[in-house]
């Protein structure tokens, strides 16, 4: 059973920066392609930053040049390095992995972020 759990949310002010980690059991994180997602209370979730296996990455445009996703195979870890952040990225972050052409199929409780202004 694989697990995700999420870690490094809190409150920052807008313009700074902060780390999210997202630490994987029960299962090698090679092999897998990792996301991170988000969403509002009242709206519907959105992928933020994904990366496959062989490190190609995606990012949203309400992020791209802000946001970077990353991974260390070897700690089973993944991470999102969050800069300049604004009022619109505050939300509760997810984390999810995926073998390739199955979906997200295993799913963090969430971490929240809130930035104040």
């Known amino acids: 059973q694989v697990q995700v759990v999420e870690s490094g949310g809190g409150l920052v002010q807008a313009g700074g920066s902060l780390r999210l980690s997202c630490e994987a059991s029960?299962?090698?994180?090679?092999?897998?392609?990792v996301s991170w997602h988000r969403q509002v209370p009242g709206k519907k979730r959105e992928v933020v930053a994904t990366?496959?296996?062989?490190?190609?990455?995606t990012y949203s445009d309400s992020v791209s040049g802000r946001f970077t996703i990353s991974r260390d195979d070897a700690k089973n870890t993944l991470y999102l390095q969050m800069t300049k952040l604004k009022a619109e990225d505050a939300a509760i972050y997810y984390c999810?992995?995926?073998?390739?052409?199955?979906?997200?199929?295993?799913w963090g409780q969430g971490t929240q972020v809130t930035v104040s202004s």
């Open positions: 999810a992995l995926g073998l390739p052409g199955r979906g997200w199929s295993y």
């Open positions: 029960g299962s090698l994180l090679l092999g897998y392609s």
């Open positions: 990366m496959t296996a062989t490190r190609a990455t």
